[in-house]
């Protein structure tokens, strides 16, 4: 499979998208060193509905497509961005394994065109996602590709989306790597989905 979300750099690191080089760096020696000592670390972001998936090799992949430009922008696209109450409410929510709530709080708090909606929404079809791995749900699939559509056809989630970006990584962040990741986002869809249907 070319991308797969149970493989995504920042979920075998336990981390969020706004997470710093230093952090990255940090998280990944920590895993690697407690692997050796046969202790399976667990993480605040992990959201429960997957096992085995973190490894030395696993962690090490994730550290080098977080160092590329190209390859760490598809990472934090298809990732969960931590940045208030409500999104720290839904990690609480993962903790219990409650998808069923934090699919709740998440969608109550998309309503709206601003940026915070932008990345609830975001984050609601990327948690839909995640759950269609185990679960078949046909409502789920309908809404996650709804909210999709609805994001990659809004002019307004792009220029979020790149400010935000920006912010979190204004040193590999060019207007070039954003713009090229745009124009192929639809088939980093296709693989996520295409990989659900080979599970179902």
Same mark, same amino acid.
């Given at each position: 499979?070319?991308?797969?979300?149970? %493989?995504?750099?920042?979920?075998?690191?336990?981390?969020?998208?706004?997470?710093? !080089?230093?952090?990255?760096?940090?998280?990944?020696?920590? +895993?690697? %060193?407690?692997?050796?000592?046969? /202790?399976?670390?667990?993480?605040?972001? /992990?959201?429960?509905?997957? #096992?085995?998936?973190?490894?030395?090799?696993?962690?090490?992949?994730?550290?080098?497509?977080? &160092?590329?430009?190209?390859?760490? +922008?598809?990472?934090?696209?298809?990732?969960?961005?931590?940045?208030?109450?409500?999104?720290?409410?839904? *990690?609480? *929510?993962?903790?219990?394994?409650?998808?069923?709530?934090? +699919?709740? +709080?998440?969608? %109550?708090?998309?309503?709206?065109?601003?940026? #915070?909606?932008?990345?609830?929404?975001?984050?609601?079809?990327?948690?839909?996602?995640?759950?269609?791995?185990?679960? !078949?749900? #046909?409502?789920?699939?309908? /809404?996650?590709?709804?909210?999709?559509?609805?994001?990659?056809?809004?002019?307004?989630?792009?220029?979020?989306?790149?400010?935000?970006? #920006?912010?979190?990584?204004? &040193?590999?962040?060019?207007?070039?790597?954003?713009?090229?990741?745009?124009?192929?986002?639809?088939?980093?869809?296709?693989?996520?989905?295409?990989? *659900?249907? &080979?599970?179902?």
């Amino acid at each position: 499979m070319a991308f797969s979300l149970k %493989n995504n750099a920042y979920h075998v690191l336990g981390l969020d998208t706004t997470s710093s !080089e230093r952090d990255i760096s940090k998280r990944s020696k920590e +895993i690697i %060193n407690r692997l050796k000592a046969g /202790d399976s670390p667990e993480y605040d972001m /992990d959201i429960g509905l997957f #096992k085995d998936f973190r490894t030395e090799d696993s962690v090490r992949d994730a550290l080098q497509r977080l &160092q590329s430009p190209k390859k760490r +922008i598809i990472e934090n696209f298809f990732w969960f961005q931590i940045s208030s109450g409500i999104d720290e409410q839904v *990690l609480g *929510l993962f903790k219990l394994k409650d998808h069923l709530n934090a +699919i709740r +709080i998440w969608k %109550n708090a998309s309503e709206g065109q601003g940026t #915070k909606a932008f990345f609830y929404k975001k984050n609601l079809a990327i948690l839909y996602a995640l759950v269609l791995s185990s679960d !078949e749900d #046909k409502y789920y699939l309908q /809404d996650s590709l709804a909210l999709w559509k609805e994001l990659i056809e809004s002019n307004k989630f792009w220029s979020s989306f790149t400010k935000v970006y #920006k912010l979190h990584d204004e &040193q590999t962040a060019s207007a070039a790597i954003i713009s090229d990741f745009e124009k192929h986002v639809v088939e980093y869809l296709s693989d996520i989905y295409t990989e *659900l249907h &080979q599970v179902h």
